[in-house]
């Protein structure tokens, strides 16, 4: 696993359980409002932690710790992420995934081998916007909708989120988007934060509380949980 950080404990990345984030090298998408970019930007962290001291770190943590949250970059283009989630597992590890769900495929394998607990999917924008929302020039919108209906026909506990951009999200977009995840039960707007390592901040800001909250009330009658993360 590239593994390049360890957030030590976490009370916030994974709901309801005392855990620790792991966070991965590389992604397949380039969101101008992305906060780890040097996660996302290939030669942008060349110092790894080798996978056996991740191991350790969990095995000398499990007890105190009852989680782990993998996340990035994207996770699932890490190419021994079976083998690895399979090794915190037998150390008695639950696991949240977070991912952009572009590989509805692997997320399958991934919950019929009873490797996560939890998924956590970023949907970044509306369907019609989805391309300029995730800096590329096609979007695999088909494979978000496979990996949507994976999720909200199974059992696994799962969320969906949007990280929300002055400059990017409107009331249509959100409302869009509402539309897009109507039936799912749990979904949380997340306000964004400028953290030093933006992709391409130019004409991006944070949404003031109060347009939050106007963000939620639009997505309600769609989604009967909605939350709001970060103000």
Not at 16 to 39: D, E, I, K, W, Y
Not at 65 to 82: K, N, S
Not at 143 to 158: A, K, S, Y
Request: glycine share 8%; proline share 5%.
């Amino acid at each position: 696993m590239r593994i390049a950080g360890i957030q030590k404990l976490t009370l916030l990345d994974y709901p309801g359980t005392v855990a620790c984030t792991l966070f991965t090298v590389g992604c397949n998408f380039r969101c101008p409002f992305c906060q780890n970019a040097s996660l996302v930007l290939p030669g942008l962290r060349e110092e790894l932690i080798p996978t056996e001291e991740v191991l350790r770190f969990l095995q000398g943590r499990f007890g105190i710790l009852d989680g782990v949250a993998i996340t990035g970059g994207e996770p699932m283009l890490q190419a021994d992420i079976v083998d690895f989630l399979s090794e915190i597992k037998k150390i008695g590890y639950r696991v949240k995934l977070d991912t952009n769900g572009a590989d509805p495929d692997g997320l399958q394998l991934l919950i019929e081998r009873g490797l996560i607990d939890r998924v956590a999917v970023d949907i970044k924008s509306s369907r019609e916007n989805y391309a300029s929302a995730i800096g590329l020039a096609d979007a695999p919108v088909d494979r978000i909708d496979r990996t949507r209906e994976l999720l909200m026909t199974g059992t696994l506990p799962f969320e969906f989120r949007t990280t929300v951009v002055q400059g990017i999200h409107t009331d249509e977009e959100i409302r869009r988007i509402a539309e897009w995840i109507a039936g799912d039960e749990e979904y949380y707007l997340q306000q964004y934060r400028d953290s030093g390592e933006i992709m391409n901040p130019t004409g991006l800001s944070s949404p003031s509380e109060v347009k939050m909250q106007h963000f939620a009330d639009i997505v309600r009658p769609f989604v009967p949980r909605v939350q709001i993360r970060g103000i």
